[in-house]
Nanobody, 118 residues
Framework: VQLVESGGGLVQPGGSLRLSCAAS????????TGWYRQAPGKQRDLVAT???????NYADSVKGRFTISRDNADNTVHLQMNSLKPEDTAVYYC?????????????WGKGTLVTVSS
């Protein structure tokens, strides 16, 4: 499975961005898709996930501000980010868990940078 993230950029506090993660390859093996983020000098943390069945999960820090969704027509998962704060600044990575070549195989995208600053 190959993943390509897009949609990052510079935004002012309180603004919005929409990230996209386009998957290709053996997409039918995908069990769940998640967005993670890594700020400079910090560990990579979960932001939100969505399963193949549509169940979602969010980090407490983004609940009520971020929404993860999937578009099955073009194999894309989106992360709508509203009310952005400077502390949301990070590289955002897309991650999928799949069943091939074995159950639990993980793939990562290369990331897209989000900068929240005035």
């Amino acid at each position: 499975v190959q993943l390509v993230e897009s949609g990052g950029g510079l935004v002012q506090p309180g603004g919005s961005l929409r990230l996209s993660c386009a998957a290709s390859g053996n997409i039918f093996s995908i069990l769940s898709t998640g967005w993670y983020r890594q700020a400079p000098g910090k560990q990579r943390d979960l932001v939100a996930t969505i399963t193949s069945g549509g169940s979602t999960n969010y980090a407490d820090s983004v609940k009520g501000r971020f929404t993860i969704s999937r578009d099955n027509a073009d194999n894309t998962v989106h992360l709508q980010m509203n009310s952005l704060k400077p502390e949301d600044t990070a590289v955002y990575y897309c991650r999928v868990v799949t069943t091939e070549p074995y159950y639990g195989m993980v793939y990562w995208g290369k990331g897209t940078l989000v900068t929240v600053s005035s």
